[in-house]
């Protein structure tokens, strides 16, 4: 019998195509688009080392060349990293499988996997323990949300085991508890090795509603910490801002918390004003009397003087002219907005896209 180690190893999947974020994912991979200087995935990374993980194998596709050269090994940030791509879209428990050669556990150890576009402040070793306590063949995270019908939902009994899994509800007598799936899971090594290998498999739709057929012990631990799908351009902008303001727990966020986050080599001009949660990349520069609150500023970018930036990210080596406004809108890389342009509610810019001055004054919803 395998004895079970104290910390249980990783999944990280990290291969969706991020098509909700586009432009910010045109030429960057979901989990590599920074949040509060850096990129996501070395805020997930960090929380898992600060848990006590120390292996964690990478499940990417998706512009896969770009995560091992910036993480290498690992041993940066105390970890022993993995990377393996899959070939062809295989779906979150096909991704899984197919990682399940790089794990040392044994049959009845505990695995620990995540979502790459999840922000949270989960308490990870709770949802270990709770995995070992109640014997369970896997543990999900749930959290309680106000509105679940976008979300499919997870009841659990008394104890905490899950009763069944049900799709997005429809009407409200479908509503039959706020708890959804927050997307971090404890699988035993067994589970993983029974999913079907080389084919496509949702773990939400085929592999958790199996289990439960089958008689599988589900565990739901609710952990209302702070969490949010990173899913939109808006609740990326958000989730930066929050790790900035210390609203989201990281220990990866590089400088203090609070109201703004300016990268070292960045430039901002005295009289410039950031504010909830800004961040200001690498070799940006802000000019004077610009005004930018709870936005992102990629490395590089430039806005110019008297700007207004709020809610929005402007990508990297993008640049804002002068007096414009920007309100909930992304700009991509290399995208250039000239002077007194105003861009509202949720429009997006491509990258390398051109407006001239003066054109553009309206709202997406116009």
């Not at 995560?67 to 791509?85: I, K």
């Amino acid at each position: 019998m395998t004895t079970a180690p104290s910390t249980p190893e990783a999944i990280l999947l990290v291969g969706g195509k991020g098509t909700r974020l586009r432009p910010m994912t045109v030429h960057t991979p979901k989990p590599m688009v920074p949040a509060a200087g850096v990129p996501f995935l070395t805020h997930q990374l960090a929380r898992a080392r600060a848990a006590g993980v120390e292996h964690i194998v990478l499940a990417t596709s998706y512009l896969a060349e770009v995560f091992e050269p910036y993480f290498g090994d690992g041993s940066s940030l105390g970890l022993h990293l993995e990377y393996v791509t899959e070939e062809e879209p295989l779906g979150t428990g096909g991704a899984i499988r197919n990682v399940a050669s790089r794990l040392h556990s044994g049959p009845d150890d505990p695995v620990l996997i995540f979502n790459g576009d999840i922000l949270t402040g989960l308490d990870i070793r709770a949802l270990i323990d709770t995995h070992r306590t109640a014997g369970a063949d896997v543990s999900l995270h749930l959290t309680r949300v106000t509105d679940p019908r976008a979300y499919g939902l997870v009841p659990t009994d008394a104890d905490g085991r899950v009763t069944a899994f049900l799709e997005k509800p429809q009407t409200p007598e479908e509503i039959v508890t706020d708890q959804i799936n927050a997307g971090a899971y404890v699988f035993n090594r067994s589970v993983i090795d029974a999913i079907p290998a080389d084919r496509p498999v949702s773990v939400e739709r085929e592999t958790f509603p199996g289990l439960l057929e089958a008689g599988a012990h589900l565990q739901g631990m609710v952990d209302s910490t702070y969490w949010l799908d990173l899913g939109t351009p808006q609740a990326f902008v958000r989730g930066s801002a929050d790790l900035v303001l210390g609203r989201a727990p990281s220990p990866a966020v590089p400088g203090r918390c609070g109201d703004r986050l300016v990268l070292e080599s960045a430039s901002v001009a005295v009289d410039a004003k950031l504010s909830g949660g800004t961040v200001i990349g690498p070799r940006a520069r802000v000019g004077a009397g610009a005004r930018i609150e709870g936005s992102a500023v990629l490395e590089g970018a430039i806005v110019e003087e008297g700007a207004q930036v709020r809610d929005s990210l402007v990508g990297a080596g993008a640049r804002i002219g002068a007096r414009t406004v920007l309100q909930g809108a992304v700009v991509g890389d290399g995208a250039l907005v000239g002077a007194d342009n105003e861009l509202r509610d949720g429009v997006r810019v491509w990258c390398g896209v051109d407006i001239p001055p003066g054109a553009v004054r309206f709202s997406s919803d116009q």
